[in-house]
């Protein structure tokens, strides 16, 4: 066989494979929910119900904590830290294992080096744990924002809505 041939064929297939879209949900993407760009979610299990900007922008997802400190339990890294819950300003404070560390780029062009932790999730039907950066957010609109990490293989961003999709998760039951 000629190897123009060749070459063109390996080309069409590349391409092809390169237009076909993937998902983390084998490929359906019937599976996926529309989501508006926000949407109320649920932390800890149920335990807080805040309101969440679902930003494709950001690939980290990020939580407003206050009085964040890093310290060692049993010779592993943790994070102790207070999240608020704005409707009721009762306050959570949580001690989690520290997952990883996240360094992100502010507008002003100065770094920020951010704890992250996961944290169990509920957003429309789906429950699971996500990671979360800790920041104080009491400067932002909405105390929750969801990243890319969070929202592959489950959602579709409507820009234009707000609140399609509410929890609806059983709290014993991980993943989808």
């Known amino acids: 066989m000629n190897s123009r041939i060749v070459f063109g064929l390996i080309l069409s297939v590349a391409w092809a494979m390169s237009v076909i879209p993937v998902h983390a949900n084998d490929g359906d993407p019937a599976a996926l929910e529309i989501f508006g760009w926000v949407e109320r979610v649920e932390l800890l299990d149920g335990d807080l119900s805040v309101k ?10 990020s939580l407003d904590a206050t009085n964040i400190e890093r310290f060692r339990k049993d010779g ?8 608020t819950d704005p409707e009721t300003d009762d306050s959570i404070e949580l001690e989690k294992p520290l997952s990883r ?15 992250v932790v996961k944290i169990p999730l509920c957003f429309g039907p789906f429950s699971e744990e ?3 950066s800790l920041i104080d957010r009491s400067n932002f609109i ?10 592959k293989g489950h959602a579709l961003i409507d820009s234009g ?8 998760c059983v709290s014993d039951e ?3």
């Not at 969440?52 to 997802?61: I, N, V």
């Open 161 to 168: 809505e707000t609140f399609i999709n509410y929890p609806d």
């Open 76 to 83: 592993e890294r943790w994070v102790r830290f207070t999240v």
């Open 101 to 115: 560390n996240v360094r992100i780029v502010r507008h002003s062009g100065e770094h920020q080096r951010r704890p």
């Open 52 to 61: 969440a900007k679902l930003d494709t922008g950001a690939a980290t997802s």
């Open 174 to 176: 991980k993943g989808q």
């Open 142 to 151: 909405y105390p929750v924002l969801l990243g890319r990490s969070a929202l």
């Open 130 to 132: 996500v990671e979360f």
